[in-house]
Every structure is written in C-alpha cells, then in structure tokens.
C-alpha cells in the first residue's frame, strides 16, 4: 500500500486494494473529448472549494482538526459539492451517506457512495471511502 504524501494533513484517499469505481479503460476513452470548460459546469465552485481547503491547510486551520472533524466536511466539499453526488439531507434519494459498516466484514468506513432512499430497505452501498489524515500512516501512529 502506497503511503501518503509527506508534509500535508489534508485527509488522503488511500489506494484502493479492491475494484476501482471507474475502469482505466472508461477513463481513456471519457478523456479523449475530455474539455474541463465544457464539462464541469460548476468549475468556478470546484474551484473555490479546492481553494477553501488550500487556505484552510496554509493557515493552520485543518492541521489543528482531527480527522473526525473534518470527514463530513471533506466529504460534503469534495463528494458532493465537486463531483455532484447528492447528499440525504431534504431528499428522498441521495448517493452519499456517511459512517456505518460495511455488510462484508462489519468494519466501518467513513462514508458510502451507492443508491440510498429514506426506507432501510432500499439502501445499496457500491462503495466505501475511508479517510485517514495524511500526517499519520497506514499503522496508526503519527509520522515525524
């Protein structure tokens, strides 16, 4: 498992060990008519967020968080407010829901991406997302 960058403490999506959300093969052909202008219609909001996060590490704000206190956020900013998931609260329907176990081995993750409605019964988690801080490695301790 590769670890992450040095120096950072903005939360780091760790390689995935198991199937990959979009195949290599999917990305290649997307990214061959790929206009970033064009094709991300919020582009100028992608942008502040990704500047919000940027100005946040600078100054001091995230490396004095825990990871608890920003997972929500982190997964509200990126997941819902760049790539367009929907989020639950005041639908019926939404694609990102957060903590829980996972329905193979009971571990829990961070959040979920997948199909979810207001009834138990219809609720498809695809995906988990696992955030951990980038300062601190893979065995828990914390990096020097």
């Not at 950072?8 to 061959?32: D, N, S, V, W």
């Not at 064009?38 to 942008?47: E, G, Y």
């Not at 571990?107 to 988690?125: I, P, Q, V």
């Not at 696992?130 to 828990?140: R, T, Y």
């Amino acid at each position: 498992m590769s670890e992450p960058p040095k120096n950072t403490a903005i939360p780091y999506l760790r390689p995935m060990q198991h199937r990959e959300i979009f195949t290599t093969k999917y990305l290649r052909e997307i990214g061959k008519h790929f206009d970033l202008q064009r094709d991300v219609p919020n582009l100028d909001a992608v942008r502040r967020h990704v500047a919000d996060w940027q100005i946040s590490y600078h100054n001091g704000t995230i490396i004095r968080q825990s990871e608890i206190q920003l997972q929500k956020e982190f997964l509200n900013t990126f997941f819902v407010g760049c790539l367009g998931y929907r989020g639950k609260i005041g639908r019926h329907e939404w694609e990102l829901d957060y903590e829980g176990a996972t329905e193979v081995d009971s571990t829990r993750a961070d959040g979920y991406l997948g199909f979810f409605t207001r009834s138990r019964m219809h609720r498809n988690k695809r995906f988990h997302v696992s955030l951990d801080m980038a300062n601190k490695p893979a065995d828990g301790g914390i990096r020097n």
